[in-house]
């Protein structure tokens, strides 16, 4: 039994803070933007100061997402399950890189403690913060990659041929003495190289521009605090619950043959 700090809590609260855990796990159900139920888990480990959201989309896409608060670094993996009869891989994996800003996710300490009550409820998020388009114009080189977050070699392993970042983030991480030589600035369309989207392309072996969207359907974005009254008057703030967000995402990014880049066809 978690012992809760006060009654008041249960009241209005659908998620609850207890327990001194270092290691929490939540599962939550969501629904996503093709209609289907999915379970999303929200793994935190407030010792190592990171969580791992994941979920598998009706189509089998495996999604993660990862906050490194360490090094303010967050990482998105996308396992794709391949048509072998299209003569492509079991699965093909895309890794983006990125910035971790303020207020995307609550801390790991506080994702730790997060409890729900009727954990069978689908759940949907309070704010809706719309999609974000990222142009990951730059490749990482898998091997160094771990400066940038140690987590890169266990969440990225499956994508070390696709792993890419934004240059505008690479620029921040060279101000912060990141080695420069594990970044290479992939091709763009200039007035001697014209690359399309890859949904326009008609030739399966040209290189193109894919995208690939997705759309977190449920974060616990930032904390709510209650105000409490003593008896002598005085008002304190203390940590009460949580805001959930949805949040999606349109990654861009350079492929050599449109064969990579299967999903994104015109419908
Ligand atoms: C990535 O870095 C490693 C270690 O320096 C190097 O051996 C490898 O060739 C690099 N990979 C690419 C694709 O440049």
Known sequence: MCPLVSARHLVWLLLLWCCKASLGELKVRVRLEDGQVAEESLLADSERDCITLEFRKADGTFITYMADFKQEVKIFRILILGELERGQSQFQALCFITQLQNNEI?????????????????RQAEDLRGFENLQMDVAVNFTKGIQLSSHIHNVCAEAREAIYTRQEDVRAWLKKGVDGSMFEVLPQSSSLLVLHPCKVCSHDWKACICSYRLSLEWIPCSLKYCKTRDSSGKTTSYKCGIRSCQKGYMFHFYVT???????DEET
């Open 257 to 263: 043959q449109k064969q990579l880049c299967l999903w």
């Open 106 to 122: 609550i801390p790991s300490e506080s994702m730790a403690k997060l409890r729900q009550k009727n954990p069978h409820t689908v």
